[in-house]
């Protein structure tokens, strides 16, 4: 069953081992409760790293389990965070999801380990449920990819120009999306495509040095 459900994750849903999605958890006290969380799938079970201080949190104290709810806009999170009585809630057994989501997963704890106010769960998905639209989870690392490809471009040109310190505002942006990308798909083709942008703004620079 997890075998078959793994396969469904990773086929119908899109997420790739090792890269970390930002999703909507919806978790339950007295009443249902979304927020975004990200979560990396690996080796068939969901991980997270939450906050001792959230509502969330608190919630998966007193029921081990919740929602994992695809979507694509980023409207839907700031709904999630600021505007969170906007979002519709349903019902289906024990779980509450997001009735806007592309897809959603039910998902129990089965492992948490704390560390220094915050803890890293992890989650057996026990409930998959698609809609029309085909899902495509969201990462950070296709913008941060798409910001570090923008900027590289124009590095040469500004160097070319004379205009050194907008190159290395540049530069460092792209030193920046290249930290964040170890840490949302390390050892993943997004990861492997930063490197190699963050090398040859690396070079450009380098030459400026030595020239
Ligand atoms: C895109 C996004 C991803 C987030 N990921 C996490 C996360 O992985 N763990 C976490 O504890 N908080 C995360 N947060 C912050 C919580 O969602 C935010 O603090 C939330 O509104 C408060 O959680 P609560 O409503 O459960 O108290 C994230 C926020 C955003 C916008």
């Given at each position: 069953m997890l075998v078959e459900l793994t396969l469904l994750v990773v086929a119908e849903l899109g997420f790739v081992e090792g890269v970390v999605y930002e999703v909507i958890a919806v978790s339950f006290s007295s009443k249902p409760h979304p927020a975004p969380i990200g979560v990396r799938f690996k080796d068939g079970l969901f991980e997270a790293t939450i906050y001792h201080d959230t509502a969330t949190y608190a919630n998966l104290k007193v029921h081990p389990m919740c929602t994992l709810n695809v979507v694509r806009s980023g409207l839907l999170f700031y709904d999630a965070v600021?505007?969170?009585?906007?979002l519709r809630v349903m019902r289906e057994g024990d779980y509450w999801f997001l009735a806007d989501a592309d897809a959603w997963l039910g998902v129990t704890v089965v492992e948490e380990s704390p560390d220094r106010g915050r803890s890293v769960f992890k989650f057996k998905p026990s409930m998959l449920h698609l809609s029309q639209v085909k899902p495509k989870p969201y990462t950070r690392a296709d913008g941060a990819l798409v910001e570090m490809l923008v900027h590289e471009s124009r590095i040469k040109p500004y160097i070319d120009s004379g205009l050194l310190v907008e190159a290395k505002r540049l530069y460092d942006l792209i030193v920046h999306y290249n930290e964040l990308m170890a840490r949302?798909?390390?050892?993943t083709e997004y990861q492997a495509y930063a490197k190699a942008i963050y090398e040859s703004a690396t070079r450009r620079m380098g030459e400026l040095k030595g020239g």
């Open positions: 600021y505007m969170k009585h906007k949302i798909a390390q050892n």
